[in-house]
């Protein structure tokens, strides 16, 4: 066995104990977390200094390094996060239907959790917490592997959630983090059937697609946002207008972050001119299509080809003109992630046509992308956006990380 | 493009369509199909003769044989589990859950299809058509890829129920099959990344497996059954007796067939006092552990390491001997596959822990594993039994076959 294969078997060991751990002695254990990571948040300080202080040596950039970089305030907001998870309700155990059969079966669907979920995620110490937090309310044992660059900061933060774990009772490899952090160990993860339910890839396109290619274990994607704001020649413009500029610059590095608009091309002269002045404040770049060049003239670069799938998560805007709301709608699904798209509109039967044929997780009428989000969408919180139709669509909370149990009373039924 | 590139193609640009095509018109193409299948079924029994003939000469034993053979009487219940499905509430375009946020958001979560099915079977021709039919019902087109052995069969099939699909107004590539039944054309189906939301495989254990392996599209696996029985020591012993025999014996070929029994040691004599003579009449082969041989003698011979891995599909039985419940639940949990495990009790408290310590898609208490099917638990029909926690857990009905979107209403709302 390899290290990875014990740890794996550990977890799924722990599985069985944590699937019938009972709701108060998990939120004991999230309790136990919040106050050891605040108690000793000078260790986990201190390692994630040394995190900052080798990216900072390796050029890493300020944007990154500033993702990287934890501080007593931020802290202070992730414990809070865990109390959060606390409050949520507990979803395993509950049953969501059950009848009792002509033969007398008594049939119920019990929810239980996935087992072990293993995540693979980049450089932000945060969902270290995060996703442990979450798999541990909902019953699931995490297996967590983190970016090379927070390794400290992680494995700190791992072994201090392992002695909470301990101290409430719950076996430590509840929780556990992959030690090693080379391709080697990410590609070993990715084919630990019969250990791992699922693996969830967080982070860059990338790391998703490669991940979703070569796993052998099930995976969710999660994340990948190429969206798009169709405005109808039927658009309040003004509207269309602010909700164009929200959904690109309110938080432009984010999955539900606006990257194309499409606009119907009778309208386009007016709309540019209510549109232009708020996306000149932030200085968005244009990457437009011939008609759309006509209009914006040297404030746009002609946008090539590539530029029709770009999820640039930055300032930069894909403009394309459409003759019609069925061109934005075939354009959408070949060129979205069905992640979430939006049409601005008045007239009442294309709003409730463009619901109905894009095929997307969020789809919305007259209103910015940026609302995908398990808190906005009322879970409480997320693990994650899926962006593919098989177990989970959307935001994911607690829910979406459970499965079902068939729970069939009997009295000595044969077939 | 390759040929199934194309047919990939093609199925997608038709799921845009099927998705929002509405329960009547779903329904008068079922209507059509079962028509044309009536009507038309010399044409199919023709090409089934040919199928079956081919088969006999390369020497396909005598209980493939029967399962590739259409007759008259077949196609009529073939026909009547179309009309079946025709009768089963649609589950598209059910809205689970809708709330309107704080902000005035009104989100919706709304049931819609997977969109494109990719199922690979094996040589029986009835799947061919059962399997398009819940597809079509649940809004999804499928693209079948059956055996070798009923190429004929199924071409036949899926030409008439193409030219169905047409007469009802629908588009004929929302079911297809694949033409070339080569290995080539199963490994590139499972590669269709864009094309096929999720792939089905429908057959043996090895099929099963290597999809689950090689596949990058999502899989669902389905009906690999190690199932057990748990003889308590608090078991009534005729009870115990009546269900091992119903749930090896009535149709041993079946993935919720029992393949290995587990019998606490204190009343195992008196357990194969009762158990043997109904065995004894089917000849069942016992394959036993060194406690269980000292009692049944010659009756059984020694099981092998593998037997406890085994799934016969046959009348054949790995016999084990434990301690107590908790040997018998951590055995399950390593040898079982996750399908359908009993208990044979009259303890309450052991029963409670059996449903929640044991990890499978269905767990019972005094009644048989054969009962776990769509049929049985009230779906009304199935298109498979998931072995997986991911998506859908046991018997696989229309429900289970969709995805959801969420849809959302705004009025200018911006983040």
Not at 14 to 21: D, K, M, R
Not at 23 to 50: F, G, M
Not at 157 to 180: F, K
Request: a negative charge.
């Amino acid at each position: 066995m390899t290290a990875l294969q014990q740890q794996g078997a550990a977890a799924k060991a722990a599985s069985y104990t944590l699937a019938t751990a009972g709701t108060a002695k998990k939120n004991a254990a999230l309790e136990a977390i919040a106050s050891i990571l605040t108690e000793r948040q000078a260790e986990w300080l201190a390692a994630n200094a040394q995190d900052v202080a080798a990216a900072r040596e390796a050029g890493m950039r300020p944007a990154m390094l500033d993702r990287l970089t934890l501080t007593p305030e931020r802290i202070a907001g992730i414990v809070d996060g865990v109390r959060q998870v606390i409050a949520l309700p507990d979803p395993i155990g509950r049953v969501d239907k059950m009848e009792t059969r002509p033969n007398g079966l008594i049939i119920g669907r019990r929810r239980v959790p996935l087992g072990v979920i293993a995540i693979i995620f980049e450089a932000r110490p945060n969902v270290t917490v995060d996703a442990a937090a979450l798999c541990l309310k909902s019953g699931n044992v995490c297996i967590l592997r983190g970016g090379r660059e927070a390794i400290r900061s992680n494995r700190c933060a791992a072994a201090l959630m392992r002695e909470a774990l301990v101290s409430a009772g719950l076996p430590e490899d509840c929780i556990s983090l992959v030690q090693d952090t080379s391709h080697e160990t990410a590609h070993e993860l990715m084919h630990l059937d019969g250990y791992v339910d699922v693996l969830i890839p967080r982070g860059g396109a990338n790391l998703i697609r490669t991940v979703a290619k070569e796993a052998s274990v099930p995976v969710i994607r999660t994340g990948e946002g190429v969206c798009h704001i169709y405005v109808d020649d039927e658009a309040d413009l003004d509207m269309a207008a602010k909700i164009l500029f929200n959904a690109k610059c309110s938080r432009p590095s984010v999955c539900n972050a606006v990257e194309c608009v499409l606009v119907q091309k009778d309208i386009a002269k007016d709309f540019w001119a209510k549109a232009l002045p708020l996306l000149d404040e932030k200085a968005v770049e244009l990457r437009a299509d011939e008609a759309a060049l006509d209009i914006l003239g040297t404030r746009a670069r002609p946008a090539a080809e590539s530029d029709w799938d770009a999820e640039y998560d930055d300032y930069i805007l894909a403009v394309r003109t459409v003759k019609d709301m069925d061109e934005a709608v075939s354009f959408i699904n070949v060129h979205g992630t069905g992640h979430s798209e939006s049409i601005i509109t008045r007239n009442y039967f294309k709003a409730q046509r463009f619901l109905d044929a894009v095929d997307a997780a969020a789809v919305y009428v007259n209103a910015s992308t940026r609302f995908t989000d398990g808190g906005e969408f009322g879970l409480g919180a997320e693990i994650g956006i899926s962006t593919q139709k098989m177990h989970a669509r959307g935001p994911m909370g607690l829910v979406e990380l459970t499965s079902c149990k068939y729970v069939i009373y009997g009295e000595g039924q044969v077939r």
